[in-house]
């Protein structure tokens, strides 16, 4: 079994939709969360930690569910700008220094 | 201002060569990585020093070689390249190497296309 496990998607959705992506990570010793966005050809770059209590962020919301240990990303009113994968990523645990990054979902938002 | 840079940002290079890709951050962190993103787009790590130590390690062919001259530089060489090598490799760099500081910033990437 994969450390941390994302659908691959891709999410093809309309302008304005709501859409969210599940990650589940295995370590439960895991201590640190976040949600990173990877543009085409470039570089990932930090969109959210991730907290217990959740947190938001503008039309961004991230949850932590350590019972079942899975994360969440929901993003409201798609915007094209929001096209990109996004990549779970899970820090700590048996192996403190080591971020253990999902393969990512693919999002493609349409006109 | 760039924070993680690496060089080159394009590589092309026949079999069986050798080649080092050099990675400098500015930010004052004291941790350092090495990422691959192959053509499935999977990002694996494949390096980690904290203050020029080594402290990650993962199953990577040991024609990979990383070297820390200092906290700020992070060099990856590779001997005796292969077709499989292909892919683009990411420099990081965070502060600490445990959480909860371990935002990782990332270099725009070294696209290696081995012929």
């Known amino acids: 079994r994969k450390e941390v496990e994302q659908d691959p998607g891709p999410f093809n959705v309309p302008e304005g939709a709501t859409v969210a992506f599940n990650c589940t990570y295995s370590n439960s010793a895991s201590q640190s969360f976040f949600w990173y966005r990877q543009d085409c050809r470039k570089e990932p770059k930090l969109l959210m930690s991730v907290y217990s209590s959740g947190n938001e962020d503008g039309r961004f919301t991230a949850q932590l569910n350590r019972a079942s240990q899975y994360i969440s990303l929901l993003i409201r009113d798609s915007k094209l700008s929001d096209s990109a994968t996004y990549l779970c990523?899970?820090?700590?645990?048996?192996?403190?220094?080591?971020?253990?990054f999902g393969d990512g979902t693919t999002l493609t938002v349409k006109p | 201002d760039t924070a993680v840079s690496q060089t080159p940002k394009y590589l092309v290079t026949q079999m069986g060569n050798d080649k080092s890709i050099k990675c400098e951050q500015n930010?004052?962190?004291?941790?350092m990585y090495w990422y691959k993103q192959d053509s499935k787009k999977f990002l694996k790590i494949m390096f980690s020093y904290n203050n020029k130590e080594l402290i990650i390690n993962e199953t990577v062919p040991n024609r990979f070689s990383p070297k820390s001259p200092d906290k700020a530089h992070l060099n990856l060489h590779i001997n005796s390249l292969e077709l499989g090598d292909s892919a683009v490799y990411f420099c990081a760099s965070s502060h600490g190497q445990g959480p909860p500081n371990t935002e990782a910033f990332f270099g725009q990437g070294t696209r290696l296309t081995v012929v």
């Open positions: 930010l004052g962190h004291d941790t």
């Open positions: 990523v899970v820090n700590g645990g048996t192996n403190a220094g080591k971020s253990t």
